[in-house]
């Protein structure tokens, strides 16, 4: 069985995969949140924007990206399908594919 250690490792590695795919593609990135604190979590679900205490966010196995288009954010959910679709093929699970609460920001790793 692998540790955690070792997965996160797998999962810093897929992730710099997915943003040398962006930077190939022209599509700027920036991260936006990679590990939280039980209590950063805990904030997310109370404001609404996370539905869950069991976020990979807590392991250090997800990251949320924001796409830069001329010096903003861009929130679009359909200007992140190329990045998940691109993350989905190296094994990650997109958050933009969720049938319920969907979120096209978020990158995670499987797990174990």
């Not at 992730?15 to 949140?33: D, P």
């Not at 200007?79 to 997109?94: N, R, S």
Request: hydrophobic share 45%; net charge neutral.
């Amino acid at each position: 069985m692998r540790t955690l250690t070792e997965i996160q490792i797998e999962f810093d590695l897929m992730l710099a995969r997915l943003l040398l795919f962006a930077h190939e593609q022209g599509i700027k990135t920036k991260i936006t949140c990679l590990f939280r604190t039980k209590e950063e979590q805990a904030k997310m679900v109370a404001s609404g924007k996370s539905r869950t205490m069991e976020s990979r966010h807590l392991q250090g196995l997800a990251a949320d990206l924001a796409i830069i288009d001329m010096g903003r954010a861009v929130w679009d959910a359909a200007a992140y399908k190329p990045l998940g679709d691109f993350w989905t093929q190296i094994g990650g699970v997109w958050g933009g594919s969720w049938k319920e609460f969907p979120d096209a920001v978020h990158f995670e790793h499987k797990g174990v």
